[in-house]
C-alpha cells in the first residue's frame, strides 16, 4: 500500500481528493530560527529599525499563509480563519525565534501554511539584515502540532537541552611537572582581573574577605547527596524549586555546589539548571555563603542566565554579574492547613494535549511564562473558555509528591477576559487539585501586581521572602 497521498498507484503525483472529507476545525503551529551575527543584532538595535524589519517579517509570513497553493504544487486552498507570525530577537543566543500559528475550519490541514508562514518570514529576515550579515542561516524549520482531521493531533516531542558531555580525562602530567589545581578551586586565580581591578567590575565592590576564605569549602554535590535534601526541606517552600529539580527529568539537567560548614553541613547550595533554553540559577544560604559559591564556581557558569536572587543575595552577585534589570518579586507560601477554598470553579476544566495549541496561543501574549507542552501530563493544568477562546489558565512551574511540594505558575487571563474572576476561578480548581497530592504549594508574583496578590491571599497564601529576578550577565 502507497502512503504517499500525493502519489498514486503507478507513482504519479496528484492533489488529494478531499471532497467526502468532514469540515472540521484544523490547527497548525510551525516554529523555526534564524541564527545571525552580534553586529546584525547591534544594527538592529541601533538604527536598522527594529519595529520595521520585524513587522515585514511578520506580515511576509502571513501573506504567504495565505499564498500556499501557489508556491506549493498540489496542496489545497484552505480557508484560514487565523494566521500569526511572532518574531522574537534572542541575542544571548544569536539567533532569532520564528513562530507561525494557523487556524482554519475546512477539510484538509494547514500544517503546510504554519510551515510555509515560517520560513518566508525567515527569508525576510535575512532580506533584512543582508547588508550588514550575509552569513545569516536558516535552521530547523519544524512542526511544534497540529489538531484536526482523521489523523487527530500531533505533538512535536520536547526538545530538551541535552546534558554536556564529561571532559575527557586529561593525559597525565610528566612527573616533574606541577599537577593543575582542580577547577573549582582554580576560580580565584582565574578572577584575579576581577577581585582587584575596579575598571573589570564596572566599578562595582571586590567579593569579601570572608567570601574568599570560605570559597575552599565549595565542592560539586550529587543530586542523591542525603544532606543537600535535608537543607532544601527545612524550608518547602523557599526551596520549591530546588526540590522539583531533584527529580527526574529535571534532575538530569541540574549542576549542584555545595559550602560545607566546620561540621560537614551544607551552609549554602547553588543550582545551575541547564534545561531552558537560557540557563536558571538559583542559590541558597547566607550571604557570604552565597558570595563564596559564587566566587568558587562562576568561571564554570553560563556567561548569561536567568537569576533567582533573594535580596540579601544581590549584593554577593554584583561582584560578578550585571543584574541591574532584575524586577523585585515576592515568593508566597500556602500550606494545607490554611488552604480558604473560595471562588466558584464551575465551568474550569482540566487542560491536556489537544489544548496545547489554544495555550500557547494564550500564552504568546504573555512571554514571561515558563510552559512546556509535557508539563500537561501531569494533568495539572485548568482553563475556562469563553466561546470558543481559552479565556484564562492556571498550572503548574513545579510539582513534587516525593518531596511534598508545588509551585504554580503560567497563570494567564487573556485581556479581553479580565475583571470577571477567571483566573480566582482556575486557581481554586488547581489547588482543590494539589491538595490532594502535596501539603505545600508555593508561586512567584511580581511586586505591584496587587490584583494577583489580593487574589492569592483570598485563598491563603502569605508572603515568605522578597526576591529579585531578571537576567544575569558576566562583567
Keep these: 500500500m502507497n502512503d504517499l497521498t500525493h502519489i498514486d498507484d503507478r507513482g504519479k503525483a496528484r492533489m488529494v481528493d478531499v471532497g467526502d472529507k468532514p469540515t472540521t476545525a484544523r490547527t497548525a503551529t510551525a516554529e523555526g530560527f534564524v541564527t545571525a551575527s552580534p553586529q546584525a ?98 535552521e530547523n524549520v519544524h512542526l511544534v502540532e497540529k489538531h484536526g482531521g482523521a489523523s487527530g493531533s500531533y505533538l512535536r516531542p520536547m526538545q530538551v537541552v541535552p546534558k554536556s558531555p564529561p571532559p575527557a580525562p586529561a593525559a597525565p602530567e610528566p612527573a616533574e611537572a606541577e599537577a593543575p589545581p582542580p577547577p573549582l578551586l582554580d576560580a580565584a586565580a582565574r578572577s584575579v582581573e ?60 541540574a549542576r549542584w555546589f555545595g559550602l560545607r560548614g566546620e561540621q560537614g553541613t551544607l551552609d549554602g547550595v547553588l543550582l545551575v539548571y541547564e534545561g531552558l533554553s537560557v540557563p536558571a540559577v538559583l542559590t541558597s544560604g547566607g550571604g557570604d555563603e552565597v558570595e563564596a559559591l559564587l566566587l568558587a564556581t562562576h568561571g564554570d557558569l553560563p556567561r548569561q542566565f536567568y537569576a533567582h536572587i533573594r535580596t540579601h543575595h544581590r549584593d554577593a552577585m554584583e561582584p560578578f554579574y550585571d543584574v541591574s534589570g532584575a524586577k523585585e518579586m515576592i515568593r508566597m507560601g500556602l500550606d494545607r492547613a490554611r488552604y480558604r477554598p473560595c471562588s466558584d470553579p464551575g465551568g ?117 521572602y522578597r526576591f529579585f529576578e531578571g537576567t544575569a550577565t558576566a562583567l
Excluded: W
Aim: glycine share 8%.
Design 348 to 464: 474550569v476544566f482540566p487542560l491536556s494535549h489537544p489544548d496545547t495549541g489554544a495555550i500557547m496561543q494564550l500564552y504568546m501574549h504573555y512571554p514571561d511564562n515558563f510552559f512546556e507542552p509535557a508539563q500537561l501530563d501531569t494533568g495539572l493544568y485548568f482553563g475556562v473558555r469563553e466561546g470558543d477562546e481559552l479565556a484564562s489558565v492556571a498550572g503548574i512551574h513545579v510539582f513534587s509528591e516525593r518531596h511534598d511540594i508545588a509551585a504554580i505558575g503560567n497563570i494567564v487571563t487573556h485581556s479581553d477576559h479580565r475583571g470577571r474572576g477567571l483566573a480566582s476561578k482556575c486557581v481554586r480548581r488547581l489547588l482543590d487539585a494539589l491538595f490532594e497530592k502535596v501539603d505545600h504549594v508555593a508561586l512567584n508574583v511580581e511586586v505591584g501586581n496587587e490584583a494577583a496578590i489580593a487574589c492569592y491571599r483570598k485563598f491563603g497564601f502569605r508572603e515568605h
Design 41 to 138: 543584532f547591534a544594527a538592529l538595535r541601533d538604527g536598522a529599525g527594529k519595529g520595521d524589519v520585524l513587522a515585514a517579517a511578520r506580515i511576509a509570513g502571513i501573506m504567504a499563509a495565505k499564498r500556499v497553493p501557489d508556491l506549493i504544487p498540489l496542496c489545497h486552498a484552505v480557508a484560514l480563519s487565523k494566521a500569526e507570525v511572532v518574531v522574537e530577537p534572542e541575542p544571548e543566543r544569536g539567533r532569532f525565534l520564528l513562530r507561525a500559528s494557523v487556524r482554519a475550519t475546512d477539510r484538509t490541514g494547514v500544517e503546510m501554511e504554519a510551515l510555509t508562514a515560517v520560513t518566508v518570514a525567515a527569508l525576510t529576515l535575512y532580506d533584512m539584515l543582508k547588508a550588514v550579515d550575509r552569513g545569516m542561516s536558516i
Design 194 to 253: 576581577m577581585l582587584f581591578n575596579p575598571a573589570a567590575r564596572g566599578g562595582r565592590r571586590r567579593p569579601s574577605t570572608a567570601a574568599r576564605h570560605l570559597a575552599a569549602r565549595v565542592e560539586p554535590l550529587d543530586a542523591a547527596d542525603a544532606d543537600l535534601l535535608a537543607r532544601l526541606s527545612r524550608d518547602p517552600v523557599g526551596c520549591a524549586y530546588m526540590l522539583g529539580d531533584l527529580d527526574m527529568p529535571y534532575a538530569e539537567q
